[in-house]
């Protein structure tokens, strides 16, 4: 069984940023895509950042483009989510998902086949 861990979430007050890890078990991410969702209090599951392994394609929601950004760990077989410019409306659970989906479903969570259990990333002044 594929096992995913996500780490560095945390507090932020406005404006500065965090570093997210999603790190594989059992398996490697070749081969497939890599996406974070978010989920706070209240409200649905939203995509917020892809990435395919191999084909390197990023994909970005509209609420973290220009601020966030997905890349590769090749050395510690993790997904890295960079959060700059951290706003209030950023405060959720953090998810990684990993699966093959088509292009157009990449922002939809059932696509993906495995998930972590997420990390909490609060931003407040």
């Known amino acids: 069984q594929v096992q995913l861990v996500e780490s560095g979430g945390g507090w932020a007050q406005p404006g500065e940023s965090l570093r997210l890890s999603c790190t594989a078990s059992g398996s490697t991410f070749a081969g497939y895509t890599a996406s974070w969702f978010r989920q706070a209090p209240g409200k649905e599951r939203e995509f917020v950042a892809g990435l395919r392994w191999s084909g390197g394609n990023t994909y970005y929601a509209d609420s973290g483009k220009g601020r966030f950004s997905i890349s590769k760990d090749r050395a510690n077989n993790a997904i890295i989510l960079q959060m700059n410019s951290l706003k209030p409306d950023d405060t959720a659970i953090y998810y990684c998902?990993?699966?093959?989906?088509?292009?157009?479903?990449?922002?939809?969570?059932?696509?993906?086949?495995?998930w972590g259990q997420g990390t909490q990333v609060t931003v407040s002044s």
């Open positions: 998902g990993v699966g093959r989906p088509i292009q157009s479903s990449v922002a939809t969570p059932g696509s993906y086949y495995y």
